[in-house]
């Protein structure tokens, strides 16, 4: 990744940056942080990954995808300097490829500051060129991609931390895992960066609805955040922490900018609602943790029926824990192969499912398990979870199933 990157004229060093790893949650801490910086008036880049339905969802500035002419272009320009990188000795994974062209559009487009979520891990990840960001950020972490990052906390927590530097601040969750913490708290003691917990304390719950929640800062300043589930009020304490940690190195963040923020962000299929009558709820958890707040989540605030499901998931995840976290959730479950090659077969899915003794039907495309669903869940509600994969492909369908009503 260094070499590709010298060619291309390094263009990661004239970018500032938060850097932001986690198992769950970092999509929304990123999309929340962008969101409130653009709003005080900063041309913010976002870059995140995968993307649900089109590629340039991936690399954003001030809310908008590159075009995809530019796609093509920075691709073409990147490929040529990895084919002679690859001559060299030093052969580049696609995500770096990808990580590369955002670094390349972001300094074009004269971004004042990028939010950039790491792929997978942190340690080894290609977003962690970044010599020296503002901030690094880390979300909550759990046991997730085993076979690569291993299969302990501790490990996890280790690749995670991988992204604090040399005294920079880190501000980190505020419900890790005891074993979790004590690694990034020696991490932290040996790059000398100060370690800030985000204080939960200093937010008060009000309210949550299908439409969102509200919460109440220690200054009585109110928020709206348009995201489900109690676990955005820990992504919001996170987020918080980090505008207080920006406004003491010198970026002008009033609180007009965090209330529009909040209020204006958008992260789609992460507990997106895309009806409220019946409740039609996308999400896209695919581990134990993110199936467990959404479970708590759909019980408290979408509906205490039982739903008619649509799951489908890769097959190298937990998948049998991650089914169990979902019990009380549904009523019946059509299960569906995503379109990916790691995908479990909606048979294999649907076993799972019986084991728990929930009624599974294995159907052979998404779109016929989203209208057997949506015909079926009527009075109850529909949840259709399990993968991002899934999330991209059944968004679109829902939109146009749910006009179609």
Known sequence: MQHLLARLGNPQKELKCVHVAGTNGKGSTCALLASILQRAGYRTGLYTSPHLTDFSERIRIDGEEIPHDEVVRLAQRVLTEAEACRAEGFPLTEFELITAMAFLWFREQGCAV???????????????????????????????????????????AFEKSGILKQGVPCVCYPDLPRAAEGVIRMTAQVQSARLVVAPLKDLTFVDASLRGTRLLTERSMPLTLPLLGEHQMKNAAVVLACVKELRALGWEIP????????????????????????????????NPDGTAALAKAVKKYVTKKRV??????????????????????????????????????????????????????????????????????????????????????????????????
């Open 114 to 156: 990028c939010v950039l979520e790491t792929g997978l891990g942190g340690r080894c990840d290609a977003t962690n060129v970044i010599e020296s960001p503002l901030l690094t950020v880390l979300t909550s972490i759990s046991l997730d991609h085993t076979k690569i990052l291993g299969d302990t906390i501790e490990q996890i």
């Open 255 to 286: 609180d007009s900018a965090v209330q529009e923020g909040f209020a204006n962000v958008s992260f789609p299929a992460r507990m997106e609602v895309l009806s409220e009558t019946p409740p039609v709820l996308l999400d896209g958890a695919h």
């Open 308 to 405: 008619i499901g649509v799951c489908g998931m890769m097959e190298d995840k937990n998948v049998r824990e991650a089914v169990r976290k979902l019990d009380g959730v549904m009523e019946k479950v059509y299960t569906v192969a995503p379109d990916s090659p790691r995908a479990m077969s909606a048979q294999a899915l649907a076993e799972e499912w019986e084991r728990r003794r929930i009624d599974a039907v294995p159907v052979s495309s998404v779109q016929e398990a989203l209208e057997k669903a949506l015909e079926e869940g009527a009075q109850r509600g529909v949840l259709v979870c399990g993968s991002l994969y899934l999330a991209g492909e059944a968004r679109p369908l829902l939109k146009k199933l749910l006009n179609q009503a």
